[in-house]
């Protein structure tokens, strides 16, 4: 079975394909030795490389009674909840199917035969067990639809705004209007989220990009807009050129995997900006150039940026509709933005990527202090941490959680200081732990790493990431500050 990698693809829910993955991998063709772990050599003679998001666009999913159509990752308007009732009606065992609810008599009634209590007793089972069945099966918070509300979880179709709410929106407005915004009194009121309505302005002050004294702010945009479509005009033109015709390649190649499912980023208007963007940035920053995972950190500048102009929901807002002027603004924000975020991570992405290869070393010394039984269920099963924690720091966990879910992060990564470097490795440590019951749960190479690059996330909100951050702060109360805690 081919892994489907990020959260902008349903994930495979761990309840309902468990058992279905083991009973693949006990058919295997390849011999497996009993006694031993399979190795990770193993594991990818049948498995497309961990890293690769290109062969995952046209899996067919199989049975032996039934065929699902094929997920194409390109099919914008495909939905969570029919993925998760395809999964649903694909790994039930057999032996273990009920009847399903729509079979079911609504007085939960059989015919009794001559063994009659005995049916009795099968009858009123299954009417207990039914609606448990539902509820392992279907999530029990509403549904929120794969790619609505990817600016905010709290936009359009939510209820009105709390007092509390409106109370926090005012005091931004009053900070965010004064004459030199005090930026520390801005990161204390940001680390908990920001409201939609003040959310790109306040981006553009946390990422340093406009001058905290009002009167300045208009100037600057001004001059800082112009001055990027002066390097468009410099240097877009030598895309052509033999010498960044590979950049140039990769970054086009890479532009259409952007968020596959949300139709916003398959509109050619905004692929052409997401490629002037990318290749600009790569021109400027010869010492790492364009690498992937880049394209993703776009995205969420974008959005919100987009969003300021936008009242409804974006992610099926056709651009086109934006005036040359707008578009131009929003081109030019993202840019900036997107570069003072990487100023603070380029190692990551420099030759060999020695920041990464840091934060997964550091990752595994600090999951061995926190969670030694997790630590220890890696080593059992041969399962390295830069097999799964690459991705999460290469890419700051966009692929793992929805975009609506990582814009609420990057509001407290903005407030915290080296938010997108420090803070992130106690995020990752904590989203780690937030999943060691399914992880001890399974116990084979294979099944660890698809359950790791597989994460359901896709119901995830601002609740759950607002967890996420709390355990991450505790972490780094207890260990940023004493390093030696969590080195052996």
């Not at 448990?132 to 705004?161: E, F, H, T, Y």
Request: glycine share 2%.
């Amino acid at each position: 079975i081919q892994p489907v990698y990020g959260a902008q693809h349903p994930p495979l829910d761990p309840r309902l394909t468990k058992n279905f993955i083991k009973d693949r991998s006990k058919a295997n063709v390849l011999p497996m030795k009993s006694k031993k772990a399979s190795s990770f050599h193993e594991f990818a003679r049948n498995t497309s490389d961990a890293w690769d998001i290109g062969d995952d666009e046209d899996e067919d999913f199989t049975s032996s009674s039934s065929s699902l159509q094929t997920l194409n990752s390109k099919v914008a308007k495909a939905t969570a909840a029919q993925v998760l009732e395809n999964h649903s009606k694909l790994r039930v065992k057999p032996e273990r199917v009920q009847p399903a609810l729509s079979d079911m008599p609504t007085n939960c009634k059989v015919n009794k035969s001559s063994s009659e209590a005995q049916l009795s007793r099968m009858s009123e089972e299954a009417c207990m067990r039914t609606p448990l069945q539902k509820q392992q099966s279907l999530p029990l918070r509403p549904v929120i639809p794969l790619v609505a509300r990817i600016s905010d979880q709290n936009a359009s179709g939510a209820p009105p705004m709390t007092v509390r709410e409106k109370t926090r929106l005012e005091k931004f407005r009053q900070l965010l209007s004064s004459h030199n915004t005090d930026l520390d009194e801005l990161r204390k009121c940001s680390w908990p989220g920001v409201p939609r309505e003040v959310r790109p302005v306040t981006w553009r002050l946390l990422s340093g990009y406009l001058p905290a004294n009002m009167e300045r702010r208009k100037l600057t945009l001004q001059r800082k807009r112009e001055e990027y479509f002066g390097f468009i005009q410099q240097y877009y033109d030598s895309r052509n050129e033999e010498h960044h015709q590979d950049t140039y390649r990769q970054i086009h190649i890479d532009i259409p995997r952007t968020n596959p499912l949300i139709p916003l980023f398959q509109q050619p208007l905004v692929q052409e900006i997401f490629e002037r963007i990318l290749f600009i940035w790569a021109i400027r920053h010869p010492a790492s150039g364009y690498v992937q995972g880049i394209n993703d950190l776009v995205t969420p500048f974008f959005v919100v940026f987009l969003s300021e102009y936008v009242e409804e929901d974006v992610e099926n807002f056709d651009v086109t509709n934006l005036s040359q002027d707008v578009l131009r603004s929003i081109e030019a924000d993202s840019f900036w933005c997107m570069s003072k975020l990487l100023d603070g991570i380029q190692d990551n992405y420099t030759f060999a990527q020695p920041g990464i290869q840091k934060k997964v070393k550091a990752l595994e010394e600090l999951v061995s202090r926190i969670d030694e039984q997790v630590h220890n269920h890696f080593r059992k099963y041969e399962v390295e941490y830069l097999q799964f924690a690459f991705r999460w720091m290469n890419n700051l966990l966009m692929r793992e959680l929805p975009l609506r879910c990582t814009i609420r992060l990057w509001d407290t990564y903005q407030s915290e200081p080296e938010g997108f470097s420090h803070f992130h490795l106690y995020v990752c440590a904590a989203f780690l732990i937030k999943w060691r019951k399914e992880i001890l749960d399974e116990e084979d190479f294979q099944g660890l790493l698809m359950l790791l690059q597989n994460l359901p996330t896709i119901h995830w909100g601002n609740e759950e990431i607002g967890l996420l951050l709390a355990e991450a702060y505790r972490l780094k109360y207890m260990f940023a500050d004493a390093p030696n805690h969590y080195r052996r």
